[in-house]
């Protein structure tokens, strides 16, 4: 179990970082997480600061390092579980959210390989979307399949950005964010600028270099997708037998996503199921009637709750078949007991 942790206090936190911080972007101190996560959970931050555009998250980045405070990106809040005392240190709100789309010509010379769907069209339709890394994945993919340029139609209900998308190798409806990556630009962890392929990332199913680590605390600031062009019309239609397939099968209201990762050949949600977790509750947090891969927060849950549900799982999970189901969401921060 990965759980993002810092033994950093709010009572040691500079002064001065958080008159530096304010100077770039809003800056606010004790920040309750559970209005900025998709669980609706999560205690306080010390610092959380809204970035607005890439320039802006880089100096945030680099002005947190020069104090030795410990960073957390916050994305939109998706597919995390933050404690219920919250997360210590610089709390990072991105909302770095322009892109544009262009004429795909890679160099005889470049680095970067096609991926396969962009590889096969013809030059003329190969294009590039240049995105920051805060530019939440669905909506992005709404308005490319609107605008008649197809890769990422499979990425319109993912409640995330574009980075964690990265970070996370964000998938759905066999499609993943490493089948339309052509590189991301990172802020390393000496405060340089580096431009990382998709084979550099080390992309596997729900994880990347960048989640294992690998890449010595690395911060996705922008990224560049290929895509190509299509019909608008079938892109708009195939989207909106996604959303109705998701709406028929996932629950509403307050929950981070799927919890467990699928383990091979088998789905974390018929496990779950057959070892009879439907429905069950602890505290005010449930596992879905609908969808047993998705923890509910009902109303006032906290994280312990949840993660008491998620061991229960894993226990009977193991017991019966012998699987030890992996965390899909991740566990950041402090108060889970």
């Known amino acids: 179990m990965t759980v993002w942790q810092r033994a950093a206090t709010a009572e040691a936190m500079d ?30 931050a010390d610092v959380f600061v809204t970035v607005r555009d890439a320039t ?7 002005t947190a390092r020069e104090f030795a405070a410990p960073i957390f990106i916050l994305g939109s809040g998706s ?36 991926p396969a769907r962009a590889r096969d069209a013809a030059p003329d339709d190969r294009f590039a979307v240049w995105a920051e890394s805060g530019v939440p994945f669905a909506a992005l993919a709404r308005a490319l399949a609107r605008d008649g340029y197809a890769g990422v139609e499979w990425a319109c209900g993912i409640p995330g950005t574009l980075g964690g998308a ?55 600031l922008t990224v560049e997708l290929a895509v190509v062009r299509a019909d608008a019309a079938g892109l708009q239609r195939r989207v909106a037998e996604l959303d109705r397939q998701r709406l028929a099968a996932q629950p509403r209201g307050r929950n981070s996503g799927s919890t467990f990762k699928n383990p091979p050949g088998d789905h974390a949600w018929r496990l779950i199921d057959a070892v009879g977790l439907r429905g069950y509750r602890i505290g005010h947090a449930r596992i879905s009637e609908r969808h047993t891969n998705f923890f509910e927060n009902l109303g006032g849950a906290r994280a312990a ?32 007991e």
């Open 166 to 220: 990265v970070v996370y190798n964000a998938g759905a409806y066999d499609g993943s964010l490493s089948d339309v990556l052509l590189t991301a630009t990172v802020l390393t962890g000496n405060n340089g600028a580096r431009e990382m392929t998709r084979e550099q990332l080390g992309f596997g199913y729900r994880t990347s270099a960048l989640l294992r680590g690998e890449c010595g605390g690395c911060v996705v």
């Open 305 to 336: 709750d949840v993660v008491a549900l998620m061991r229960e799982a894993q226990r009977r999970v193991r017991e019966r078949f012998g699987i030890e189901l992996q965390n899909e969401v991740e566990l950041v921060g402090e108060g889970f």
């Open 79 to 114: 597919n995390i579980l933050v404690g219920d005392r919250g997360i210590r240190g610089v709390v990072i709100d991105n909302e770095a959210k322009a892109w544009r789309v262009e004429r795909l010509r890679p160099g005889a010379d470049s680095p970067v390989t096609l």
């Open 15 to 44: 002064e001065r970082l958080v008159a530096q911080l304010a100077q770039i972007a809003p800056t606010k101190t004790d920040e309750p997480l559970a209005r900025h996560t998709t669980f609706g959970i999560g205690g306080p």
């Open 56 to 62: 802006e998250l880089a100096r945030v980045v680099m």
